[in-house]
């Protein structure tokens, strides 16, 4: 049974720095292109950022150089470094594992249940 698990959200001051964290367990994890998203309130869920299997990456505009994904796989471990918080990325944040491959969908990935970010200003 996959299973995937986000944590390190909270409540932290615009200009503050978070770490996500993605457990994820019942699948070859580094076959797998894995990705960010988040919710804000009121919205649609959105992409963040994308790590691929070969270790190459893809951001939002609105979180260049600002974040950053990265993946351990030996640990079977996602990661989103962000820091220069501000208000407007509060949203729930949601990591995701789709298998490796020309097409991709995400809608039937493995999705984590989420982790909510507060930036307050």
């Not at 797998?32 to 919710?39: I, K």
């Not at 009121?42 to 974040?67: C, W």
């Not at 996602?78 to 298998?99: G, N, W």
Request: proline share 4%; charged share 15%; net charge negative.
């Amino acid at each position: 049974q996959v299973q995937l698990v986000e944590s390190g959200g909270g409540s932290v001051q615009a200009g503050g720095s978070l770490r996500l964290s993605c457990v994820a367990s019942g699948l070859v994890f580094s076959s797998y292109d894995l990705g960010w998203f988040r919710q804000p309130p009121g919205k649609y869920r959105e992409g963040v950022a994308v790590i691929e299997s070969d270790g190459s990456t893809t951001y939002a505009d609105f979180v260049t150089g600002r974040f950053t994904i990265y993946r351990d796989n030996d640990k079977n471990t996602l990661y989103l470094e962000m820091s220069s918080l501000k208000p407007e990325d509060t949203a729930m944040y949601y990591c995701a594992a789709v298998q490796s491959g020309p097409l991709v969908n995400w809608a039937s990935g493995y999705w984590g249940p989420g982790t909510q970010v507060t930036v307050s200003s």
